[in-house]
């Protein structure tokens, strides 16, 4: 399994690589998930462009770390990006990983090409509710928390359809560690990129989906229309992570907005 420190900080990766002109895309995962919500994705477009998925710290098999703000997780990313050499890459993160997408752009704009944002925001939650789900973890545990949150991940259907994954995912949750769950927590809570959609200038697609609990189509709506020339689109069928539920409509829209951006140099996948 591959694994690499960025800042003291040991994060677990996978690297797709790929030939042709497609810029590099980096896959950014939600809270309380691990990279592997993004397999059908990689699956998919497995040499068609090179594309990298990560555990953000905090979850999956990287270091929790110290969780100050939304900047660490930012400090990750543009870590792997430098340590691979990347340039001119397409960010597609969802809920707190597009918030961490935001957040690279923000500071280094120069080394991103697109941004795909899904079922995220400028801002999410009120310090009331997020300060809420961080007491009840840290008493109860990420157990106290769990149906309710997956009920906002995945549709109804989901849930009687597909019992066995719904377990899993489950599993996924409750498995992260607490110290990573919270902090992250925290870093949404305290994070607002209100003022910096205003000002993100490079091709951007907005994605939500139609039955999204946590990030509803009219909140990623409205960080759409805060971005200059930005793209909306809606997938139906979909929660908050329609990576897993509706994957062949999210690979559509990725295909088709990776095929309007101008070509890139050789990549460096």
Same mark, same amino acid.
């Given at each position: 399994m591959p694994f690499v420190t960025i800042g003291g900080i040991t994060l677990h990766h996978r690297r797709i690589k790929a030939t042709g002109k497609a810029r590099p895309i980096i896959l950014i995962n939600s809270l309380g998930t691990d990279f592997r919500i993004w397999d059908d994705i990689v699956a998919a477009l497995d040499g068609e462009m090179p594309l990298?998925?990560?555990?953000?710290?905090?979850?999956?098999l990287s270091d929790i770390g110290d969780?100050?703000? #939304?900047?660490?997780?930012?400090?990750?990313?543009?870590?792997?990006?430098?340590?691979?050499?990347?340039?001119?890459?397409? =960010?597609?993160?969802?809920? @707190?990983?597009?918030?961490?997408?935001?957040?690279?752009?923000a500071r280094r704009p120069e080394s991103v090409a697109a941004m795909i944002l899904c079922d995220t925001a400028h801002k999410i939650g009120t310090n009331e509710s997020w300060n809420t789900r961080i007491a009840t973890v840290e008493r109860s545990? #990420?157990?106290?928390?769990?149906?309710? @949150?997956?009920?906002?991940?995945?549709?109804?259907?989901?849930?009687? +359809?597909r019992m066995a994954e719904l377990d899993g995912y489950w599993n996924m949750m409750t498995r992260q560690a607490v110290a990573g769950?919270?902090?992250?927590?925290? +870093? @949404?809570?305290?994070?607002?990129?209100?003022?910096?959609?205003?000002?993100? +200038? @490079?091709?951007?697609?907005?994605?939500?989906?139609?039955?999204?609990?946590?990030?509803?189509?009219? =909140?990623?709506?409205?960080?759409?229309?805060? #971005?200059?020339?930005s793209r909306f689109e809606i997938i139906r069928d979909a929660g908050h992570i329609p990576c897993v539920e509706q994957p062949q409509a999210l690979v559509a829209l990725i295909r088709d907005f990776v095929a309007s951006l101008a070509s890139g140099a050789d990549n460096h996948g």
């Open positions: 990298l998925v990560y555990d953000k710290r905090g979850h999956g969780i100050r703000s #939304i900047d660490d997780h930012v400090d990750d990313l543009a870590g792997l990006i430098d340590h691979f050499g990347f340039e001119d890459v397409v =960010l597609c993160g969802l809920s @707190v990983g597009g918030m961490i997408a935001q957040g690279l752009y545990g #990420i157990q106290a928390i769990a149906d309710g @949150v997956l009920k906002v991940w995945f549709t109804p259907t989901f849930h009687t +359809a769950y919270v902090g992250t927590c925290a +870093a @949404v809570r305290d994070a607002d990129f209100t003022d910096a959609a205003r000002r993100v +200038a @490079v091709p951007t697609l907005c994605v939500a989906g139609d039955q999204d609990g946590s990030t509803p189509p009219d =909140l990623v709506r409205s960080l759409a229309d805060l #971005i200059p020339g």
